[in-house]
């Protein structure tokens, strides 16, 4: 089984994530490949650099090259039950789904929560004001442009939409209704 995570930023897909891993879920992004693009050419990895990073790698090894990148990673560490963080574009759903058991999550909260949980996590990169915040937001949402982030597009594909207004045993209610054979299993302490 594998479970995507898609979601705009402070929806909380870390914590969902970290739910699945709770249950013995090994845990990949496909952030984690931009990641290390930008430390091999030198790059700081910072919000906007990843957006940038992100894009470069699509744009030259084609818009589902993140989900290929996440699939050949998986098969090389085994298993069968995978968390895959940060799925922002459709053909990396597109990519996914040729996985056996594959299923994409859309986490949702409203803008100001997630702005919250945003200032409070204190990424480097992040907002620090609400209206910048929205405007990192905006250049996520929806492209004409194969290889930028399509989070909108990338929402309309998931098998099961979210909410995550509340608070964290809210959400794991949620999820435990969602996947309750997952719910189940045994937690895995660190």
Request: charged share 25%.
């Amino acid at each position: 089984m594998i479970i995507g995570l898609t979601g705009r930023n402070g929806a909380g897909k870390g914590t969902v994530a970290a739910w699945f891993t709770a249950r013995g879920f090994q845990y990949t992004s496909m952030s984690d490949a931009i990641r290390r693009d930008l430390r091999d050419r030198g790059l700081e990895v910072t919000r906007d650099n990843l957006i940038a990073g992100g894009r470069r790698l699509r744009r030259e090894g084609g818009a589902a090259v993140l989900g290929t990148r996440s699939l050949h990673h998986i098969a090389e560490l085994g298993g069968d039950r995978w968390v895959v963080d940060s799925v922002r574009n459709p053909a990396e759903v597109q990519a996914l789904r040729i996985a056996p058991d594959f299923g994409l999550l859309d986490v949702h909260a409203n803008a100001r929560t997630r702005y919250e949980r945003v200032v409070t996590r204190n990424r480097g990169g992040d907002a620090t004001t609400f209206e910048e915040f929205l405007r990192q937001e905006q250049a996520e949402l929806d492209s004409t442009d194969v290889a930028a982030q399509q989070l909108i597009a990338t929402a309309a594909l998931a098998d099961l939409h979210v909410e995550n207004d509340g608070d964290v045993a809210a959400l794991h209610a949620v999820l435990a209704a969602a996947y309750p054979s997952v719910a189940a299993l045994p937690t895995v302490k660190p």
